[in-house]
């Protein structure tokens, strides 16, 4: 088994922890340039000295990993913590969107396969929501929108999936988007598949994000049905096409509900998705 050698200076995000054993911990770690890869902490629910408070998830860190002679997954020896994002960790709502965002991506990245412009996005996202210089609900629609971007699974918000038709032409209370041609449709076109429907500011308000790359969208002023209902679409929309049910979004959705802020519980009515 190749051997994962990591040199000091570079860093990785913590994504996933899973205890091990009595004392182990097997982290899920992301790396610029080695992508995705797993590595096992032996006692370090034992000994306080070697990692206390340094393998804390969406933590920012510079591992030293080595690899065992017999083979198996590799072993952190020593880690030098670099952005710990505490407050990712003490606020619910912040907290769900950044296990919402892993997830996300432990289940896209292949192992050991380098994506430098996701790890750039991730972490500059968790450092945006650990300072609180956007409202989070924006910062998700502006990550989710990026990953799809850089996924090659970018919703087509543009033009109608069917005719063509520009989005501006589309003549309706409430636009249509198919999950099987995944653009929306105007009034004369049928769907494929699954079909969701959004107010015309909701499309307009994604297709601004789409466009933008500065770091600044975030702090934009939307309107909090445009950004609600576009957090419903791109959740669904995500989980539609990567055929999974994300356990950290039915924990954000949850504590959502709980502080108020839900989806479900909007003034217009809801989207529907519809066979």
């Given at each position: 088994?190749?051997?994962?050698?990591?040199?000091?200076?570079?860093?990785?995000?913590?994504?996933?922890?899973?205890?091990?054993?009595?004392?182990?911990?097997?982290?899920?770690?992301?790396?610029?340039?080695?992508?995705?890869?797993?590595?096992?902490?032996?006692?370090?629910?034992?000994?306080?000295?070697?990692?206390?408070?340094?393998?804390?998830?969406?933590?920012?860190?510079?591992?030293?990993?080595?690899?065992?002679?017999?083979?198996?997954?590799?072993?952190?020896?020593?880690?030098?913590?670099?952005?710990?994002?505490?407050?990712?960790?003490?606020?619910?709502?912040?907290?769900?969107?950044?296990?919402?965002?892993?997830?996300?991506?432990?289940?896209?990245?292949?192992?050991?396969?380098?994506?430098?412009?996701?790890?750039?996005?991730?972490?500059?996202m968790l450092r945006e929501l650990h300072l609180g210089k956007g409202k989070p609900e924006v910062?998700?629609?502006?990550?989710?929108?990026?990953?799809?971007?850089?996924?090659?699974?970018?919703?087509?918000?543009?033009?109608?999936?069917?005719?063509?038709?520009?989005?501006?032409?589309?003549?309706?209370?409430?636009?249509?988007?198919?999950?099987?041609?995944?653009?929306?449709?105007?009034?004369?076109?049928?769907?494929?598949?699954?079909?969701?429907?959004?107010?015309?500011?909701?499309?307009?308000?994604?297709?601004?994000?789409?466009?933008?790359?500065?770091?600044?969208?975030?702090?934009?002023?939307?309107?909090?049905?445009?950004?609600?209902?576009?957090?419903?679409?791109?959740?669904?929309?995500?989980?539609?096409?990567?055929?999974?049910?994300?356990?950290?979004?039915?924990?954000?959705?949850?504590?959502?509900?709980?502080?108020?802020?839900?989806?479900?519980?909007?003034?217009?009515?809801?989207?529907?998705?519809?066979?």
């Amino acid at each position: 088994m190749e051997c994962i050698s990591m040199k000091s200076e570079e860093s990785a995000i913590v994504m996933r922890r899973v205890e091990y054993g009595d004392f182990d911990v097997i982290l899920t770690l992301f790396s610029r340039s080695k992508g995705k890869f797993s590595a096992i902490a032996k006692n370090a629910r034992k000994s306080r000295r070697r990692f206390s408070g340094r393998l804390e998830l969406f933590s920012v860190l510079h591992p030293d990993c080595s690899q065992p002679k017999s083979g198996g997954m590799p072993v952190l020896q020593e880690v030098q913590l670099m952005e710990p994002f505490e407050n990712l960790r003490t606020d619910f709502i912040r907290m769900g969107y950044a296990a919402y965002w892993c997830e996300i991506l432990c289940l896209w990245l292949e192992e050991g396969a380098a994506q430098p412009e996701v790890y750039d996005l991730l972490e500059s996202m968790l450092r945006e929501l650990h300072l609180g210089k956007g409202k989070p609900e924006v910062l998700s629609l502006l990550y989710q929108l990026r990953f799809l971007t850089l996924s090659g699974l970018a919703p087509g918000l543009d033009v109608c999936g069917g005719c063509e038709a520009p989005m501006f032409d589309v003549r309706a209370g409430r636009i249509r988007f198919d999950y099987g041609r995944s653009r929306i449709l105007c009034g004369t076109c049928s769907p494929l598949a699954r079909i969701f429907s959004m107010a015309p500011g909701t499309v307009k308000t994604l297709c601004w994000l789409q466009e933008r790359k500065d770091q600044g969208a975030g702090r934009m002023q939307f309107s909090r049905e445009a950004a609600l209902e576009g957090l419903f679409f791109l959740e669904s929309f995500i989980s539609f096409h990567m055929g999974r049910d994300f356990r950290s979004l039915k924990y954000l959705q949850s504590v959502r509900r709980t502080a108020g802020i839900s989806p479900e519980i909007i003034s217009f009515p809801v989207c529907r998705l519809k066979a």
